[in-house]
């Protein structure tokens, strides 16, 4: 999440209880339990760790880090078979560095195709930079937003097992951090035409249980999305809230410019977002791999994949607002 956009501002008051696995007649700590121990958890856990590893530097934009970032996340998207868009992955973008020099960064674009290529698209989103290395501490990013990062990964892998009915373009941002530098760009030079692009669901700060919810943010701005993240929600092992996109919040609650998605919206294009409340950690040297809870993590993640096939149904429908 952008502190650019935020002004460091905590964003709220915690949710409610991680909800209880009662349709398959278990507690909720045997869920959690189960969940944890499997495979893909564990798979999960591994991609984590290797993303915000201190070796990435803090995955600040226009670093080595950052290009290390960028080179692991090409890696994984090659191996699984996710093509990129044209004829790489990265797509340059040009960064203006605080203190004034122009350095280059590169947002990451991959296309899971439809099974209707020619309909509109849905965009899957989060951002791979962080904080980078202050006063020799590194600042690692697990939740802020390598979290989005793998859930990308992990979805990307079962889309294309399972495809979708429409192409689902996904874009790993860079720049986020310095206010939205890489989706910005995106959407003034996108891969598709901008009238192709049904929505946008993007994923930022999605790990840490801290708050005991996963929240939805865009619904009041597109109220036709909320019915489509409902169905989503229903089955999930992890609470849902909706909100944190009102004006009469107190600032920082409302979270409509606070990521990726407000370059979305600043276009007309509906957008939904996934994120946590602050946590202790947020944009602290804390925000480690090792604090993420792999029940919570997993659930949410399975919530977001319920999410994009329940949108990936509606997507023909879905309207943008005129800009």
Known sequence: MSEFSNGWVRRGVAAAAVAVASAIGVTSMQAQSAAASDATTARIMQ???????????GRRAGTAGSARARAWIVAELSAMGAKPVG??????????????????????????????????????????????????????????????????LTIAERLLREPPQHDVILAFFDAEESGM????????????????????????????HDGKALWVSGTSHSPSLKPIAELAAKNSLVTIRFGHDTKNLKPGDDWTGSSDHSAFHSKGIPFLYLGVEDHDDYHQSGDDADKVDPAFYRGAIEFAYALVRAADAKLSTVTRKAR
Not at 47 to 57: G, Q, T
Not at 88 to 95: D, E, G, H, Q, T
Not at 97 to 120: H, K
Not at 186 to 198: M, W, Y
Request: charged share 15%.
């Open 47 to 57: 991609r984590l760790d290797a993303l915000a590893a201190d070796s990435m530097e």
């Open 181 to 208: 530098v890489g989706s910005k760009a995106f959407v003034n030079a996108p891969p598709v035409p901008l009238e192709r692009i049904a929505m946008n669901i993007n994923l930022d700060m999605v790990a840490r």
């Open 87 to 152: 004829s790489n992955y990265a797509v340059p973008i040009s960064l203006r560095a605080r203190a004034g020099s122009d350095t280059s960064g590169a947002n990451i674009v991959a296309r899971i195709p439809g099974q209707n290529p020619s309909g509109p698209v849905l965009v899957l989103s989060a951002h791979y930079d962080h904080l980078g290395v202050r006063n020799g501490v590194v600042f690692n990013g697990a939740d802020d937003d390598a979290s989005g990062c793998v859930a990308l």
